[in-house]
């Protein structure tokens, strides 16, 4: 089979046309140093199709105006236009309702808001945090600092050399001092999908809640907050495709109308005076300040169209992708694989002996190849496997197999400048 067959089979099995779909995304187009872009740099940020920079483009057109306070033409539609970003965000997620989801920056700013405000309501001496070793540093600096400002400790689940994590310890480690688990979905430095129903069962029977990380799980696995029965819920839009700068929080609606105020200012008031603030109903309360409206017109309009491709039909394709990508780099001599779980995203980190990952990125870059090399802002991953750095291939549905032997290519030349 010729490898543009195989990719056709590929999609044909999920029921994607990935000509199409690449066609969809203008930056695929380009070619650097000479050769077609070959973008496997999903986990840091995915590209962005046509029918967002036309959102974000045609909203600055046509409708900008700021929102929620205006009588006028404009500022009414511009209002409609964010809201129905929520109600976007709402059904993406899964949501019971359009009031449980905040509009943020990203995952980090999810993260922080939950930290700073339901974490130091809640979270006093004595108390306990948990989070994973193989959380992003955003999933781990604000509970450090949260437990730094109360005297809470954090306590760390390991995990294994397959990068799983070890779930007995999990169960050990779950106390009734537990307050919260906050674990990644999806790993972005090991691609693990984490057995997150499990986790959210064991630690609700402990009393404790759950935040789940999902900035690396929404692009790649339909996801459904209710059926999860998780209490937050971290994405950033940036990452399915959409706009920077724009992510949101899920957070059950009790819990956020419990919830202290986040950031004061502006729109998340209801009346102020010196003597007394009153605050605004959620999600208001927490969105102090003008938002990045054209970001969430332009995530609303990205996630209708991966409900048109249909995040199923993608978790399909990618699995296809992933199981290439996994035969062809194990050809590559001296390769390992950091991440093994039989339950993964397209994630591949590797090390190639005697390379320092920067080079082999480098190398890549000259055959126009984007691959991440560092610590992918998971250090106690890389202590963990007693590394500095792995480099990183991330992969997107509009990924074909031919671009993945490319990569095999480019690794196969690495080897020959190294020996
Ligand atoms: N969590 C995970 C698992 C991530 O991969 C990232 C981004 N690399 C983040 C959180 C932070 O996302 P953002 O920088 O968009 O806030």
């Known amino acids: 089979m010729t490898r543009r067959a195989a990719t056709a089979t590929a999609a044909n099995a999920a029921g994607l046309d ?8 203008p930056i695929l187009e ?10 496997l740099d999903n986990a840091a940020t995915g ?59 990203g995952a980090t700013e999810a993260i922080n808001l939950v930290a700073a405000t339901w974490g130091r309501a809640n979270v006093g001496r004595g108390d306990e945090v948990l989070v994973s070793q193989m959380e992003h540093h ?27 994590l070890d779930m007995e310890a999990f169960e050990g480690l779950l106390t ?32 404790a809640l759950v935040l789940l990380d999902g900035a690396q799980a929404a692009p790649h696995l339909p996801v459904d907050v ?9 994405i950033a839009g940036h990452k399915i495709f959409g706009p920077s700068g724009i992510g949101a929080l899920y957070a059950r609606h009790d819990l956020l109308e419990a919830m202290p105020p986040y950031q004061g200012g502006g729109e998340m008031i209801l009346t102020v005076s010196f003597e007394k603030t009153t605050y605004n109903k959620v999600p208001h309360k927490f969105e102090a300040g003008t938002p990045n409206i054209a970001g969430a017109v332009g995530l609303g309009a990205t996630i209708e169209y991966l409900e048109r491709v249909g995040m199923e039909r993608i978790t399909a394709y990618e699995h296809t992708l992933l199981e290439h990508a996994t035969g062809v780099l194990a050809e590559v001599p001296g390769l390992t694989l950091i991440g093994t779980a039989p339950a993964k995203a397209a994630v591949l980190s590797f090390t190639l002996d005697g390379v320092h990952p920067h080079d082999i990125g480098t190398i890549l ?30 992969l997107a549905f509009y990924n074909t197999t031919d671009e993945i032997d490319a990569l095999a290519r480019g690794l196969h030349t690495v080897r020959e400048v190294f020996g």
């Not at 993406?92 to 943020?104: D, K, M, N, S, T």
């Open 47 to 105: 590209q962005k199709p046509r029918a967002t920079i036309d959102a974000v483009n045609g909203f600055y057109r046509t409708t900008n105006a700021n929102i929620h306070r205006g009588v006028h033409h404009l500022s009414i539609e511009a209002t409609r236009r964010y809201e129905d970003a929520r109600g976007a965000v709402q059904r993406f997620l899964g949501a019971g309702r359009p009031e449980e989801i905040v509009f943020v920056r």
């Open 365 to 394: 870059d000259q055959q126009g190849i984007a691959v991440r090399t560092g610590h992918h802002c998971t250090q106690p991953v890389m202590d963990r496997f007693g590394i500095p750095a792995t480099a990183r291939a991330s």
């Open 18 to 25: 990935i000509e199409a779909i690449r066609r969809d995304f």
């Open 226 to 234: 209710k059926t999860l029965g998780c209490d937050f819920y971290a």
């Open 176 to 207: 009734d001092r537990t307050k919260i688990v906050a674990c990644v979905h999806v790993s972005n430095s090991l691609g693990t999908i984490n057995p997150v129903e499990e986790i959210i069962a064991r630690a609700h029977d402990r009393g």
């Open 138 to 164: 955003s999933n781990i600096v604000p509970w450090q600092m949260l437990c730094e400002q109360t005297g809470a400790s954090l306590r760390v689940i390991p995990i294994t050399d397959r990068g799983e």
């Open 30 to 39: 380009s070619t650097v140093h000479g050769h077609p872009l070959v973008y």
